[in-house]
């Protein structure tokens, strides 16, 4: 039977704090198949003389065989797994959210109406994806404002607007969800929906402008583009089918 593969992991474990990278990379090489020696770093002090010691501005950090590989991520490239880039941009995160709220929407139809698959459910995605969506918005709603200002054809022109946009779109959301009050959630609905709907359509399409969307809110790498579009013309199509309906 082969030895097992052996390393050494320096990490922070303080009364105070245990660093997650350590732990991750514990995890990471025992599931990799080695035997480490988890070496804890109990003070600051000791953190930073084994940082002035080794040359490095970071931990946790992994020897093997008597080189050192590096902190987390290093570790994972040396294993040869991918490493996010918190730089890129990604659809994922709307993705995310529209996949939520569907499977919310099927539930709620369950325990109303003893099924997945009906009218309403399809109505309820719309409406808690638009209040979800309101709520990533409203967490930071300045970060979203800079954002919005990038693109967004009335906001430029009304800065105030980039910061009534969450609301509204919350309130349109949750009436929607209630179903009443019909009056108000169309209109905010329409007006909103067609707006960005514009001003998404000059930006990408007419301008070929590359920028991100304050969609998910403001500190998102979400591109402008086509699930941004996707959310103003849901937004649009849920008003035309409430009054027709």
Known sequence: MAAARKAILYRMVMPTHTCPYGLKAKDLLRRQGYEVDDRWLRTREETDAFKAEHGVKTTPQTFVGGERVGGYDDLRRFFGKHVPDPKATSYRPVAALFAMTALMALAASQAVYATPLTMRAAEWFVA??????????????????????????????????????????????????????????????????????????????????????????????????????????????????????
């Open 128 to 245: 808690f994806s638009m209040a979800v969506l309101a709520l990533l918005k409203l967490q930071n709603v300045e970060s979203f404002a800079t954002m919005f200002l990038n693109y967004d054809l009335l906001a430029k022109r009304w800065v105030p607007y980039s910061y009534v946009y969450p609301f509204a779109e919350a309130l349109a959301g949750v009436l929607m969800i209630a179903g009443v009050a019909r009056w108000a959630s169309v209109p905010i609905a329409l007006f909103i929906g067609g707006i960005g709907t514009v001003s998404v359509i000059k930006a990408v399409y007419i301008d070929r402008r590359e920028l991100k969307c304050a969609c998910v809110g403001g500190s998102s790498n979400v591109p402008l583009g086509f699930l941004s579009l996707t959310e103003n013309l849901m937004m649009i199509g849920m008003a035309v089918w409430m009054v027709v309906s």
